[in-house]
């Protein structure tokens, strides 16, 4: 199983958090959405496509909401 407290992987000297469902190496962006979307205290992300398929909504939107979210000031997406 990936989900759970052993999602987040050494790579490095910087830490590759994966998608809780495919296992794919996530971008801040897609960390700061799950947890805008799912639960700010999340600890299992999903990626963009993921996210999209449990929200049955297109990637386009998801991406469209980062850039809202951003536009907005959320401290979720300027901090990354
Ligand atoms: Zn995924």
């Known amino acids: 199983m990936i989900c759970g407290s052993t999602s987040a992987a050494w790579s ?14 996530l971008e801040p962006d897609e960390i ?11 600890v299992r992300f999903f990626c963009l496509s993921c996210l999209a398929d449990h929200f049955d909504v297109t990637e386009e939107i998801l991406r469209r909401k ?3 979210f951003r536009e907005m000031g959320c401290t979720l997406f300027t901090e990354a």
């Open 66 to 68: 980062i850039r809202d």
């Open 12 to 25: 490095g000297n910087r830490m590759d958090t994966l998608c809780c469902r495919c296992a794919r190496p």
């Open 32 to 42: 700061a959405l799950t947890r805008k979307l799912i639960n700010r205290g999340a």
